[in-house]
Protein backbone atom coordinates (compact mmCIF):
# COMPACT_ATOMS: atom_id res chain seq x y z
CA UNK A 1 0.00 0.00 0.00
CA UNK A 2 0.88 4.07 -0.49
CA UNK A 3 2.44 5.69 2.47
CA UNK A 4 3.67 9.62 2.45
CA UNK A 5 5.77 10.55 5.03
CA UNK A 6 6.28 14.57 6.10
CA UNK A 7 8.74 15.77 8.62
CA UNK A 8 9.04 17.29 11.26
CA UNK A 9 5.39 17.33 12.34
CA UNK A 10 6.47 20.90 14.11
CA UNK A 11 8.92 23.52 13.66
CA UNK A 12 9.91 26.68 15.03
CA UNK A 13 13.04 28.94 13.83
CA UNK A 14 14.08 32.36 13.81
CA UNK A 15 13.51 34.95 11.08
CA UNK A 16 16.41 34.68 8.30
CA UNK A 17 17.18 31.32 8.94
CA UNK A 18 17.00 28.68 5.78
CA UNK A 19 14.14 25.85 5.91
CA UNK A 20 13.94 21.98 4.26
CA UNK A 21 10.86 20.18 4.77
CA UNK A 22 11.11 16.77 3.44
CA UNK A 23 8.20 14.54 2.03
CA UNK A 24 8.51 10.98 0.92
CA UNK A 25 5.87 8.31 -0.77
CA UNK A 26 6.55 4.69 -0.63
CA UNK A 27 4.33 2.12 -2.57
CA UNK A 28 4.09 3.90 -5.68
CA UNK A 29 5.89 5.31 -8.63
CA UNK A 30 5.87 8.75 -10.82
CA UNK A 31 3.60 10.66 -8.38
CA UNK A 32 2.05 13.64 -8.71
CA UNK A 33 3.65 15.40 -5.96
CA UNK A 34 2.10 18.47 -4.16
CA UNK A 35 3.27 21.11 -1.23
CA UNK A 36 0.58 23.21 0.03
CA UNK A 37 0.43 26.09 2.85
CA UNK A 38 -2.71 26.57 5.22
CA UNK A 39 -3.17 29.56 7.30
CA UNK A 40 -4.99 29.33 10.47
CA UNK A 41 -8.32 28.61 9.71
CA UNK A 42 -8.45 29.24 6.10
CA UNK A 43 -8.39 27.43 2.62
CA UNK A 44 -5.13 25.67 0.77
CA UNK A 45 -2.60 27.50 -1.13
CA UNK A 46 -1.20 25.48 -3.57
CA UNK A 47 2.19 26.58 -3.45
CA UNK A 48 4.14 23.82 -6.10
CA UNK A 49 3.85 20.90 -7.89
CA UNK A 50 5.38 18.40 -9.85
CA UNK A 51 4.62 15.65 -12.42
CA UNK A 52 7.90 14.64 -13.05
CA UNK A 53 11.34 14.35 -11.09
CA UNK A 54 12.55 18.01 -11.97
CA UNK A 55 9.82 19.67 -13.05
CA UNK A 56 8.50 21.53 -11.25
CA UNK A 57 5.62 24.10 -11.15
CA UNK A 58 6.01 27.29 -9.03
CA UNK A 59 1.99 28.63 -8.16
CA UNK A 60 3.28 31.30 -5.93
CA UNK A 61 6.06 33.87 -6.64
CA UNK A 62 7.58 34.09 -3.02
CA UNK A 63 10.46 33.19 -0.53
CA UNK A 64 10.25 29.43 -1.20
CA UNK A 65 11.57 26.87 -3.44
CA UNK A 66 10.72 23.15 -4.11
CA UNK A 67 12.77 20.36 -5.65
CA UNK A 68 12.42 16.71 -6.63
CA UNK A 69 15.64 15.25 -6.67
CA UNK A 70 14.11 11.46 -6.86
CA UNK A 71 10.76 10.43 -7.98
CA UNK A 72 9.34 9.96 -4.70
CA UNK A 73 10.46 12.60 -2.92
CA UNK A 74 9.88 16.31 -2.79
CA UNK A 75 11.94 18.85 -0.74
CA UNK A 76 10.46 22.47 0.19
CA UNK A 77 12.86 24.82 0.66
CA UNK A 78 13.74 28.57 1.82
CA UNK A 79 17.00 30.38 1.90
CA UNK A 80 16.06 33.15 5.09
CA UNK A 81 12.58 32.85 6.02
CA UNK A 82 10.00 35.64 7.08
CA UNK A 83 7.47 35.84 9.61
CA UNK A 84 4.45 35.49 6.98
CA UNK A 85 6.15 31.84 6.12
CA UNK A 86 4.49 30.74 9.43
CA UNK A 87 1.76 28.15 8.37
CA UNK A 88 0.48 24.66 8.04
CA UNK A 89 2.63 22.99 5.35
CA UNK A 90 0.87 20.07 3.69
CA UNK A 91 2.51 17.52 0.97
CA UNK A 92 0.35 15.18 -1.52
CA UNK A 93 0.97 12.82 -4.41
CA UNK A 94 -1.53 11.68 -6.56
CA UNK A 95 -2.02 9.76 -9.43
CA UNK A 96 -3.32 11.82 -12.66
CA UNK A 97 -7.19 12.06 -12.38
CA UNK A 98 -7.68 10.48 -9.06
CA UNK A 99 -7.88 11.57 -5.42
CA UNK A 100 -4.85 13.17 -3.41
CA UNK A 101 -3.25 11.51 -0.07
CA UNK A 102 -1.94 13.88 2.35
CA UNK A 103 1.03 13.66 5.01
CA UNK A 104 0.06 14.78 8.32
CA UNK A 105 1.71 18.26 7.79
CA UNK A 106 4.37 20.80 9.03
CA UNK A 107 3.17 23.39 11.48
CA UNK A 108 6.12 25.87 11.23
CA UNK A 109 6.35 29.00 13.24
CA UNK A 110 8.95 31.33 12.31
CA UNK A 111 9.76 33.77 15.10
CA UNK B 1 -7.57 31.99 -10.13
CA UNK B 2 -8.80 30.41 -7.75
CA UNK B 3 -10.85 27.25 -8.19
CA UNK B 4 -13.60 25.67 -5.94
CA UNK B 5 -14.81 28.05 -3.61
CA UNK B 6 -17.07 26.38 -0.88
CA UNK B 7 -20.22 27.97 0.97
CA UNK B 8 -21.10 28.45 4.03
CA UNK B 9 -17.93 29.20 5.26
CA UNK B 10 -19.19 27.89 8.66
CA UNK B 11 -22.17 25.49 9.61
CA UNK B 12 -23.48 24.37 13.04
CA UNK B 13 -26.03 21.93 13.51
CA UNK B 14 -27.61 19.43 15.83
CA UNK B 15 -26.47 15.99 15.68
CA UNK B 16 -28.96 14.08 13.33
CA UNK B 17 -29.63 16.90 10.88
CA UNK B 18 -28.25 17.12 7.90
CA UNK B 19 -25.77 19.05 6.86
CA UNK B 20 -25.38 20.80 3.20
CA UNK B 21 -22.46 22.79 1.55
CA UNK B 22 -21.81 23.69 -1.57
CA UNK B 23 -18.80 24.42 -4.17
CA UNK B 24 -18.41 26.80 -7.42
CA UNK B 25 -15.75 26.42 -9.32
CA UNK B 26 -14.23 28.41 -12.62
CA UNK B 27 -13.07 26.42 -15.75
CA UNK B 28 -13.91 23.49 -17.08
CA UNK B 29 -12.88 19.99 -14.99
CA UNK B 30 -12.01 16.76 -15.21
CA UNK B 31 -13.23 15.56 -11.52
CA UNK B 32 -14.13 17.31 -8.35
CA UNK B 33 -13.47 16.10 -4.88
CA UNK B 34 -14.24 16.93 -1.55
CA UNK B 35 -11.82 16.23 1.15
CA UNK B 36 -12.31 16.22 4.91
CA UNK B 37 -9.86 17.81 7.61
CA UNK B 38 -9.84 17.39 11.29
CA UNK B 39 -8.25 20.37 13.07
CA UNK B 40 -4.43 20.42 12.77
CA UNK B 41 -4.10 17.07 10.29
CA UNK B 42 -3.59 16.71 6.77
CA UNK B 43 -6.87 15.91 4.28
CA UNK B 44 -8.56 13.19 4.10
CA UNK B 45 -10.26 12.28 0.60
CA UNK B 46 -14.10 11.58 0.89
CA UNK B 47 -14.95 11.25 -2.61
CA UNK B 48 -14.44 11.80 -6.32
CA UNK B 49 -17.26 12.64 -8.96
CA UNK B 50 -16.30 12.82 -12.44
CA UNK B 51 -17.49 15.61 -14.59
CA UNK B 52 -20.13 12.95 -16.73
CA UNK B 53 -21.34 12.14 -13.63
CA UNK B 54 -24.60 13.89 -11.72
CA UNK B 55 -24.69 12.42 -7.86
CA UNK B 56 -22.56 10.34 -6.36
CA UNK B 57 -23.15 8.23 -2.77
CA UNK B 58 -20.57 6.91 -0.02
CA UNK B 59 -22.34 5.78 2.87
CA UNK B 60 -23.84 9.04 4.57
CA UNK B 61 -22.48 11.05 2.20
CA UNK B 62 -24.25 12.27 -1.21
CA UNK B 63 -22.67 14.34 -3.64
CA UNK B 64 -24.27 16.15 -6.73
CA UNK B 65 -22.45 17.76 -9.23
CA UNK B 66 -23.73 20.28 -11.78
CA UNK B 67 -21.17 21.30 -14.84
CA UNK B 68 -23.67 23.89 -16.21
CA UNK B 69 -23.53 25.94 -13.34
CA UNK B 70 -20.07 24.62 -12.00
CA UNK B 71 -21.22 23.97 -8.86
CA UNK B 72 -21.21 21.10 -6.30
CA UNK B 73 -22.88 20.00 -3.15
CA UNK B 74 -22.02 17.89 -0.39
CA UNK B 75 -24.69 16.68 2.00
CA UNK B 76 -23.72 15.00 4.72
CA UNK B 77 -27.49 12.29 6.32
CA UNK B 78 -28.07 12.27 9.68
CA UNK B 79 -24.47 14.01 11.05
CA UNK B 80 -22.89 13.13 14.00
CA UNK B 81 -20.61 14.79 16.47
CA UNK B 82 -17.33 12.81 15.06
CA UNK B 83 -18.56 14.49 11.55
CA UNK B 84 -17.00 17.82 12.98
CA UNK B 85 -14.63 18.82 10.88
CA UNK B 86 -13.55 20.96 7.35
CA UNK B 87 -14.68 20.26 4.68
CA UNK B 88 -12.98 21.23 1.00
CA UNK B 89 -13.66 20.84 -2.25
CA UNK B 90 -11.22 20.69 -5.29
CA UNK B 91 -10.85 20.32 -8.94
CA UNK B 92 -8.70 19.01 -11.37
CA UNK B 93 -9.10 21.09 -14.89
CA UNK B 94 -10.30 19.17 -17.89
CA UNK B 95 -7.90 21.19 -20.26
CA UNK B 96 -4.28 22.21 -20.23
CA UNK B 97 -1.91 21.25 -17.15
CA UNK B 98 -4.05 18.37 -15.39
CA UNK B 99 -1.51 18.14 -12.68
CA UNK B 100 -3.04 21.05 -10.91
CA UNK B 101 -4.89 20.31 -7.81
CA UNK B 102 -6.81 23.74 -6.71
CA UNK B 103 -8.71 23.64 -3.11
CA UNK B 104 -11.33 25.73 -1.91
CA UNK B 105 -11.22 28.04 1.47
CA UNK B 106 -13.56 24.90 3.04
CA UNK B 107 -16.54 24.95 4.96
CA UNK B 108 -15.91 24.39 9.01
CA UNK B 109 -19.13 22.30 10.50
CA UNK B 110 -19.62 21.51 14.09
CA UNK B 111 -22.19 19.24 14.58
CA UNK B 112 -23.31 19.76 18.35
CA UNK B 113 -24.49 16.45 20.10
Known amino acids: SQTIHQWPATLVQPVGSPLSLECTVEGTSNPNLYWYRQAAGRGLQLLFYSVGIGQISSEVPQNLSASRPQDRQFILSSKKLLLSDSGFYLC??????????FGQGTRLTVV | SQQGEEDPQALSIQEGENATMNCSYK?????LQWYRQNSGRGLVHLIL?????REKHSGRLRVTLDTSKKSSSLLITASRAADTASYFCATVNSSGNTGKLIFGQGTTLQVKP
Open chain 2, 27 to 31: TSINN
Open chain 1, 92 to 101: AWRRVHTEAF
Open chain 2, 49 to 53: IRSNE
